[in-house]
């Protein structure tokens, strides 16, 4: 007898951020084995950064994602910041804090209204969406040009800020600057407010998955910008270990390494970073949280479009306070001198722990650049979900199932790269 071989294909799929596919593979109605492909070019970025002089890599690195470029500035500064032995004044480090609010604001919001909303109100994509609820895509782009104008006022511009180096900045704001900011952000705080409360009505699959959270994490208040490493179960490690706990390794389907942490799977990013640092949320957040319907830890990945709005009700709510409470630095930045040393950074992505290692030589040149982004140490989580996912539900036709199947895949906004964006699904049936 034949085996009954089914196979699904979306050919373009256009919200999730990058070239993947992911291959299903079942015998005997059983689940034999998932695997999302990622086949675009490697970017090569470590490799190039060898031998360029210790401060080019926060302009260099943040032309890795156009979408959180901060994030690599910023992890990238703390990496030489720490091999140089440099204390980046707490002025400075509050404007470094601001900025990468900004970002937060503008990722997640492109990622909520555009990107994962069609798939809860049963759209194809934003722009049917927009036809129907202009409304809501209005409040989202409303939300996202606020995230723009911050990283506008503190980094220059809004895609690949020019204002950031080691040590601070190139230059630094007047306080009056900022003021039309905070009354922009004061209206985005409602727009965030009142979507998060329509999204708590969604009806989500109830479903949680096991996954270790990874996480940073800092004394009294949500991690941005710096922190260190949390995790839920096991021993912490610091940072200077990353690389001791989280492997990667090369696979044959894809060209992005895959992560695992002490040999299994694990979860960074928002839902990793909420259940972790709940405690830490301002009262505005958690209040919104709980009125959100959300408990202080969330394992059910539907639910991430509400976590990743808390969180924007938070960067919103942190960036008018850091405003109210702004003081024109003595000094735009800190010298950072070349000191032959290994150096260690991370910050929290909006899709997760970003972790940059420098090994710089007394030259001034780096001689080695390790680079670990949210999204490789997300896949064997992702694909574990599908795993479970198509088991629960290997009755369903195959429009259905391949519905499904993209749905859980955008729960984790993966960054897979800013080029063209298309998934194939294909499952095969023996």
């Not at 490697?42 to 032309?63: H, K, N, Q, S, V």
Request: hydrophobic content about 40%.
């Amino acid at each position: 007898m034949k085996p009954e071989i089914r196979t699904l294909s979306v050919g373009a799929l256009t919200r999730v951020e990058g070239e993947g596919a992911l291959h299903v593979t079942l015998k005997d109605r059983a689940v034999e084995s998932v695997e999302l492909n990622i086949y675009e070019p490697p970017r090569f970025f470590e490799a190039f950064l060898r031998g360029r002089a210790y401060t080019e890599p926060p302009d260099i690195t943040a032309r890795v994602c156009g979408i959180c470029p901060v994030a690599y500035q910023v992890s990238a500064c703390n990496a030489i910041e720490d091999a140089c032995g440099v204390v980046v004044d707490p002025e400075l480090v509050q404007l470094r804090r601001l900025l990468y609010c900004g970002e937060w604001i503008h990722s997640h919001a492109l990622h909520i209204f555009l990107l994962h909303l069609p798939d809860f109100l049963g759209y194809p994509d934003g722009i049917s969406l927009a036809k129907d609820r202009p409304d809501l895509i209005e409040r989202g782009l409303a939300l996202k040009k606020a995230g723009n104008r911050l990283m506008e006022h503190i980094g220059g511009r809004a895609i690949h800020p020019i204002n950031v180096r080691l040590g601070g900045f190139y230059s630094v704001p007047e306080p009056g600057d900022l003021k039309p900011v905070a009354e922009q952000l004061r209206h985005a705080l409602d727009d965030a407010l009142t979507t998060l409360h329509e999204v708590a009505e969604f009806d989500y699959p109830e479903v949680e998955f096991d996954h270790e959270f990874l996480a940073l994490t800092q004394p009294g208040r949500y991690p941005i910008e710096d922190g260190a490493i949390a995790r839920s179960e096991g021993p912490a490690f610091p940072l200077a270990s990353f690389t001791d706990h989280v492997i990667e390794t090369q696979v044959r389907r894809s060209t992005a390494l895959h992560a695992t942490l002490d040999g299994a799977r694990y979860l960074t990013g928002p839902l990793a970073r909420y259940s972790l640092n709940h405690a830490t949320l301002s009262p505005v957040a958690r209040e919104a949280a709980a009125a959100a319907g959300l408990a202080a830890q969330c394992r059910n990945p539907f639910r991430s479009i509400a976590v990743r709005l808390v969180e924007v009700v938070y960067a919103i709510d942190e960036a008018l306070n850091i405003i109210a409470e702004y003081r024109r630095p003595a000094r735009p930045f800190v010298d950072v001198a070349a000191h032959a040393a290994v150096g260690h950074g991370a910050s929290e992505a909006p899709r997760g722990l970003l972790y940059h290692r420098y090994d710089i030589g007394d030259d001034g040149l780096i001689r080695a650049a390790t680079i670990v982004p949210p999204t490789a140490q997300n896949q064997a989580a992702i694909e574990h979900e599908m795993a479970e996912l198509v088991a629960a539900n290997l009755t369903i036709d195959d429009a259905s199932l391949t519905s499904l199947c993209e749905k859980s895949i955008r729960n984790h906004d993966p960054c897979i790269s800013c080029s063209a964006h298309f998934l194939t699904l294909t499952v095969d049936r023996t």
